[in-house]
């Protein structure tokens, strides 16, 4: 753990008048989980969106692997190897859940320059090498038993788990996470917790946005906080948990897990 992986260096984006993102800055080495955290309207889905190409930023840079990937597009971005999910379900709900996974990889067949060069695409995939990566990702998720049900028919939090199966398909070397425990309940929630840590153990560089304090604390390594576009403090578990200026503005607030 010793590599920078992504590197962010004064990252901004305004809305208008609004600057959802200021001067931001951190970077996440290989094999690190970090965890991005902060009251509602912080800027941490911006800054999401920004990393990965879905919204261009209005200055600052975006470094992935050594490579400068700032402004996308997304296609560009998934090629190198950065995938996300989403803050809300994103699947398509009337396909089944290998159907899903398949517009997953089908990111790495359909060759851009970019994909073909990393090695990170394929011209083609053979319907049995699909087929057999389709279930290994239903392997390591867990989503078997569900395999042809349609995923919109499933419940809620296996939903979101799906969303993260559609990622790896794109066989990334980062994950970001957008509050993949919100509207789970606790079973579902510890079963998130269990992936999660499969895949920090299998070497997956994880960014995770979350109001569940629990699982941030057990999982990650480092915490960043934004208050209001802005980095207010960077450190591990227990030191951000015992900060000052983070319990005002976000942990001490009683309501702040339900923000
Ligand atoms: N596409 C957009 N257009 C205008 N304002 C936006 C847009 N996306 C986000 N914002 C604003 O930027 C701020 C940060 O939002 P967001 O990144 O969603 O926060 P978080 O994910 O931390 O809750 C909020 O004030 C939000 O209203
Ligand atoms: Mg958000």
């Known amino acids: 753990m010793s590599q920078d992986l992504l590197v962010i260096h004064g990252l901004t984006r305004r809305f208008g008048g609004l600057m959802a993102l200021h001067d931001l800055g951190f970077s996440v080495q290989e094999g690190e989980i970090v965890g991005l955290i902060g009251p509602n309207g912080a800027g941490k889905t911006t800054a999401f969106n920004v990393i990965t190409g879905t919204l261009p930023p209005s200055g600052g840079k975006v470094h992935f692997d050594g490579r400068d990937i700032s402004g996308g597009p997304p296609s560009r971005v998934v090629a190198h190897g950065l995938a996300r999910t989403f803050q809300s379900t994103s699947t398509y709900p009337n396909e089944s859940v290998a159907e ?56 809620y939090g296996l939903q979101k788990k799906l969303g993260i199966a559609v990622a790896l398909a794109t066989q990334p070397r980062m994950l970001l996470l957008d509050e993949p425990a919100a509207g789970l309940n606790h079973e579902e929630c510890k079963d ?42 960077e450190g591990t578990p227990e030191y951000i948990r015992e900060h000052p200026a983070v319990i005002e503005a976000y942990l001490g607030a009683p309501d702040y897990a339900h923000a």
């Open 100 to 155: 899903n996974i398949y517009r997953g990889l089908l990111s790495r067949i359909s060759g851009s320059a970019v994909g073909l060069l990393t090695g990170r695409r394929h011209r083609t995939l053979s319907p049995q090498a699909i087929s057999a990566e389709i279930d290994e990702i239903l392997r390591v998720t867990d989503l078997q038993a569900w395999r042809e049900a349609a995923a919109g028919s499933l419940p």
């Open 192 to 233: 998130l917790t269990q992936l999660l840590r499969r895949l920090r153990d299998d070497g997956l560089t994880l960014l995770l946005v979350e109001h569940h304090m629990a699982l941030v604390m057990e999982l990650c390594h480092r915490i960043v906080v934004l208050v209001q576009g802005e980095k207010i403090a």
